[in-house]
């Protein structure tokens, strides 16, 4: 089983940066691929990003590409997503996930990952 614990969120004015974090316990880190999801109010959880277990493969929302950039350090358990240009619309609790190969629905669908963080608020104000 693997825990995860995203941090890094916050209030950032539109055009600004933040880098998140999730920090995941246990020993296999390195045999999940990761993704990360974020959620508006009112809308439904949408994926944003996913990096294979070896970080050579990256998968992007169409909104976020060239301006989010998701990472991993096998050796720290640690996923990241460096976020630049942030608009308004990026406003939404932001989820890391971790696929480990079981499920066989789509890489961007929820049903995909076995586990999930508790999501770190990140709001862009215009």
């Known amino acids: 089983q693997v825990q995860l614990v995203e941090s890094g969120g916050g209030l950032v004015q539109a055009g600004g940066s933040l880098r998140l974090s999730c920090a995941a316990s246990g020993r296999t880190f390195r045999s999940y691929a990761m993704g990360w999801f974020r959620q508006a109010p009112g809308k439904e959880r949408e994926f944003v990003a996913r990096?294979?277990?070896?970080?050579?493969?990256?998968y992007y929302l169409d909104s976020g590409k060239g301006r989010f950039t998701i990472s991993r350090d096998n050796a720290k358990n640690t996923v990241y997503l460096q976020m630049n240009s942030l608009k308004p619309e990026d406003t939404a609790v932001y989820y890391c996930?971790?696929?480990?190969?079981?499920?066989?629905?789509?890489?961007?669908?929820?049903?995909?990952?076995?586990?999930w963080g508790q999501g770190t608020q990140v709001t862009v104000s215009s």
């Open positions: 996930a971790a696929d480990s190969g079981r499920l066989r629905d789509a890489v961007s669908a929820r049903a995909r990952y076995d586990y």
């Open positions: 990096i294979s277990v070896s970080g050579d493969i990256t």
